[in-house]
């Protein structure tokens, strides 16, 4: 028939097509649930303020009747079918299915209707309608025989009734037709707009068909799942009210649908108080009883991708979340576990939790470990995306998770063994960091729960380089997995530190993280040009923009950079400055500097020389400050003196940017050099 309508189409006589398949359409008696026993009626009247408490259990002892009676009629009228009308049955669905393909071939390319949904799925999606509750209530089996969770329903006081989970209508369900949310549907169910979905209202599924679109709470319902097994013909009731409910009506996919559903019901179990474990109320305790049940029974009842994409062949969902653990072991960050959204993530863990699969606890724990490298890589990068114009300040959090102290913004202070953050701190900040989200916070809660020190230490360095190499080496934003390609053939350490099972040297990662900070080479015996000059002291100011140029200011040195036979100073204003490059570069440890001053710094590179712009920024600080500010200064005003240390640091690590920014001891340095500054 498929092929008989593409050749129609090819040649204009679909509307021929129609015509033929309409004639051949034959007449039958549908069988659907519905009240010949006046159940409507009886309901309204239980709806009175003014009834007595013996004429509202009579009216419900009269429901129960009705209920009862209107299965009977619903059961025999199904028995009673005859073949022929069964052949006729059967007839008419396959012309119906023929009649929807002409009616997609018939669709123009583009309507306004298709421009408007979210995604290239949703626009290639066919609408449901509620109109069509009754074929597809035709075919749903309520029999005793059938597999359902039963219970007592509150409107009728039934004993052993189907009952029901009535969903919600949602304000924005196209929301949930984007391509984010049929791509990722185990993270869209945790979106705020999905939140209130699932209605508190638990009643026998006779009844709410009876309420039909407004709940005992006055919510609007847009559908209604009755208890039964998401088996043969109950299925495709249950996959069209999902449609309904889930997508406003776009059948954009049942697995997707069932997913997005069980991840909603999943978090209305987890955050609502009205259904949460620790409420003992019985209603509270019936309600979860209901949703537990009907979460397990579409779990493991429904079908899915092998590989969840196109290609892969239709298995029972626990398999296919089993093949995701399973593909970690070869995939390792590539997996397709490890690449899902971190909210599906955890909701990932929780159904291999809920369906008792046999993944072993330290494959789960393997897995978490490498989705918070990867993690934090996407963290990572999604700032770099958001630089501009060389603006770095996004980097600035993130160096908390690495160095303890800063100079100024961006620029760590080098305090030798106790620079890097220890394991315990990184974990303090971590969090915050990376996103105080409720599904951040959700995954870290394992991290620091008891007993997990050795994870976290194991982690700590991972989380450190990685965080080193995006920030200093990698130059534009990419994607995680990219980045770990570019990190495993640039880094001789990145395969070990990308595979939480490997063991990293811990010294070697505490040595690319300290690459940054300036370290001599040179060997000391206490009397190299260094070593006299390594005294805590700087030169004093000799000008107001410096020390002396002629000689050196250290005490134990006092090399003169002027011999009188060179003739006046203007004369040998060469010679001097050679002499004075050649001495700056021999005790600050300046390579071919031409002046021997500190050069501009840019880490991952460390400082090409021991010695920073500390002199001429104080004085350009200073040329800043108003006569107020200046007099407070030299009158040593502590709230004075201080901000003066503040800027002039600044000064000369994030702006000057030249030489050993990272001294740790700048300020004391500024503080030595004030009396002669204002001398």
Not at 182 to 207: E, R, Y
Not at 225 to 238: D, G, S
Not at 316 to 339: G, H, K, M
Not at 606 to 629: C, D, G, K, Q
Request: aromatic share 8%.
């Amino acid at each position: 028939m498929n092929q008989l309508a593409l050749l129609c189409k090819t040649r204009g006589q679909l509307g021929d097509l129609r015509q033929l398949l309409l004639r051949h359409k034959q007449q039958q008696v549908l069988v659907r649930l519905e009240d010949r026993h006046g159940a409507s009626a009886i309901m309204e009247s239980m709806q009175s303020d003014s009834l007595a408490m013996g004429q509202r259990q009579s009216l419900m002892e009269r429901l129960r009747k009705a209920h009862t009676a209107n299965r009977e009629t619903y059961r025999s009228s199904q028995d009673s079918s005859s073949e022929e009308s069964e052949e006729v049955s059967r007839l008419n669905r396959r012309i119906n299915d023929a009649l929807q393909t002409i009616s997609e071939l018939e669709k123009s390319n583009y309507t306004a209707d298709i421009l408007n949904r979210r995604s290239n799925r949703a626009m290639r999606a066919n609408v449901v309608s509620s109109a069509e509750n009754a074929v597809h209530l035709a075919r749903l089996d309520l029999s005793d025989e059938v597999d359902a969770y039963r219970s007592t329903c509150s409107i009728c006081c039934g004993e052993e009734q189907i009952m029901s989970v009535s969903i919600k209508r949602l304000a924005s369900a196209e929301e949930n037709t984007t391509d984010f949310a049929l791509n990722f549907p185990l993270a869209a169910g945790l979106l705020k707009h999905n939140a209130d979905m699932i209605s508190s209202q638990v009643i026998c599924f006779q009844c709410s068909l009876l309420l039909s679109a407004r709940s005992i709470y006055q919510e609007n319902i847009v559908a209604a799942l009755p208890t039964v097994m998401y088996v043969e013909a109950n299925r495709k009731y249950l996959n069209h009210q999902l449609t309904l409910a889930m997508t406003g009506g776009l059948a954009t996919g049942v697995s997707g649908q069932v997913q997005l559903f069980a991840t909603i019901l999943d978090r209305t179990l987890e955050t609502k108080t009205w259904c949460s474990k620790d409420n003992k109320d019985s209603e509270a305790q019936a309600r979860r009883d209901v949703f537990e049940w009907m979460l397990l029974n579409l779990l493991q009842n429904s079908e899915c991708r092998m590989n969840f994409s196109e290609t892969g062949k239709w298995v029972p969902y626990p398999e296919a979340v089993n093949w995701a653990f399973d593909q970690y072991s070869t995939e390792r960050l590539d997996s397709w576990i490890i690449q899902y959204p971190l909210a599906g993530f955890n909701q990932i863990l929780r159904w291999a939790e809920t369906l008792q699969l046999s993944v072993s606890g330290t494959v789960i724990e393997t897995v978490r470990d490498a989705k918070l490298i990867h993690f934090v890589a996407t963290v990572l990068m999604r700032g770099l995306l958001t630089e501009k114009d060389g603006d770095r300040s996004w980097t600035y959090p993130f160096l908390r998770l690495i160095y303890r102290e800063f100079n100024a913004p961006g620029i760590p202070q080098d305090q030798g063994r106790s620079t890097l953050v220890s394991s315990s701190d990184l974990w303090s900040v971590v969090g915050e960091i990376l996103g105080g989200g409720q599904d951040v916070q959700r995954f870290l809660a394992y991290f620091h729960g008891p007993g997990q020190e050795a994870v976290r230490s194991r982690l700590a360095r991972r989380i450190q380089i990685l965080t080193f190499w995006s920030l200093f080496t990698q130059k534009g934003h990419t994607t995680p997995k990219t980045l770990f390609s570019i990190l495993r053939a640039r880094e001789p350490l990145a395969t070990a530190v990308l595979d939480p099972q490997i063991v990293i040297p811990t010294k070697a990662v505490e040595e690319i993280l300290m690459s940054i900070f300036y370290r001599s080479t040179e060997a000391s015996d206490g009397s190299t040009a260094r070593d006299i000059h390594a005294d805590d002291f700087s030169p004093p100011f000799a000008t107001p923009f410096g020390a002396s140029v002629l000689h050196c200011g250290y005490p134990r040195c006092g090399v003169s950079f002027y011999f009188r036979e060179d003739g006046g100073p203007l004369a040998a204003a060469d010679g001097i400055r050679t002499r004075r490059a050649k001495h700056f570069n021999d005790i600050f440890g300046g390579k071919d500097s031409q002046t021997g001053l500190p050069e501009p710094t840019a880490a991952p590179t460390a400082p090409t020389s021991n010695n920073n712009t500390l002199h001429i920024s104080m004085a350009r600080v200073w040329f800043r400050l108003n006569l107020n500010e200046r007099k407070a200064i030299a009158a040593k005003e502590n709230h004075a003196v201080a901000a003066f240390l503040d800027e002039t640091q600044h000064e000369i690590c994030a702006t000057s940017h030249r030489g050993n920014i990272y001294m740790q001891n700048i300020k004391r340095d500024i503080l030595s050099l004030l009396p002669s500054f204002l001398e």
